[in-house]
């Protein structure tokens, strides 16, 4: 069984797709960590702005070397969907996705074209989202409680440029596939949004059978 579950920035969806891994006893990739290892690599090398750079980090990562911890600042994740937009990177991005998708029994991916472009055949599709200022409030006070110096205001900025670039690029743009489920989770708490994402989940496997 193949759960693949896209949406912006702190809408909640990695949270959701470990929750629901768990649940299910399915191996979970969080695929921004990709691109934000990626990116990491061309910052460490100064070629940020090096399309070539950033395609051969991406043909040569390493999966089992990611440490996500050193991968979350709010930086990483704007250098992150700056690699994304390149063509070439998500191409050399797309193999390891599809193979972890492969898996005997199936695996939850979450990211922004999981069920666009990585896995169109998925057995569920969610596409999780909220408000932005929503978002921003969660996302301000995760890098504020891990005591990074960050504003409000900044977060917010921060949000409202990378769904501007994710959405706007041509290569992948973050969308909703048409046989997603909509989840909007501005209203909702962890719990309750963890029962309404169970909820679409199971009722997308009942109509398949
Ligand atoms: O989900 P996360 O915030 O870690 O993603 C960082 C960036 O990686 C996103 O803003 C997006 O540009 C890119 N990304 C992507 N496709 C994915 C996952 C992430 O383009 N499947």
């Known amino acids: 069984m193949i759960i693949a579950i896209d949406g912006p920035a702190a809408s909640g969806k990695g949270t ?3 929750r629901i891994a768990a649940h299910y006893a399915l191996p979970h990739l969080d695929t921004g960590l990709l691109y934000r290892a990626v990116a990491a690599r061309c910052l460490a090398l100064g070629l940020l702005d090096d399309v070539a750079a950033s395609e051969a980090a991406a043909a040569r990562l390493d999966v089992a070397a ?9 930086a990483m994740g704007e250098a992150a969907s700056v690699v994304a937009a390149r063509p070439g990177v998500r191409a050399a991005l797309l193999d390891l996705q599809r193979r972890f998708a492969a898996q005997e029994r199936g695996a939850v991916l979450d990211g922004r074209d999981i069920g666009t472009v990585i896995c169109p055949d998925a057995d569920v599709k969610l596409f999780v989202t909220a408000a932005p200022q929503v978002r921003a409030e969660r996302r ?12 409000f205001a900044d977060v917010l900025a921060d949000i409202e440029k990378r769904d501007e670039r994710d959405s ?12 997603a489920a909509l989840l909007d989770t501005s209203a909702l ?4 949004a963890f029962d309404a994402a169970m909820a679409l989940v199971t009722q997308r496997l009942g109509q398949r059978g």
Do not use: M, Q
């Open 189 to 192: 708490g962890i719990e309750a």
């Open 16 to 18: 959701l797709a470990r």
């Open 168 to 179: 706007l690029r041509s290569a992948a743009p973050l969308v909703k596939a048409d046989d």
């Open 140 to 151: 301000f006070k995760e890098l504020a409680g891990r005591g990074a110096a960050v504003t």
């Open 66 to 74: 990611i440490d996500p911890e050193a991968l979350r600042s709010a």
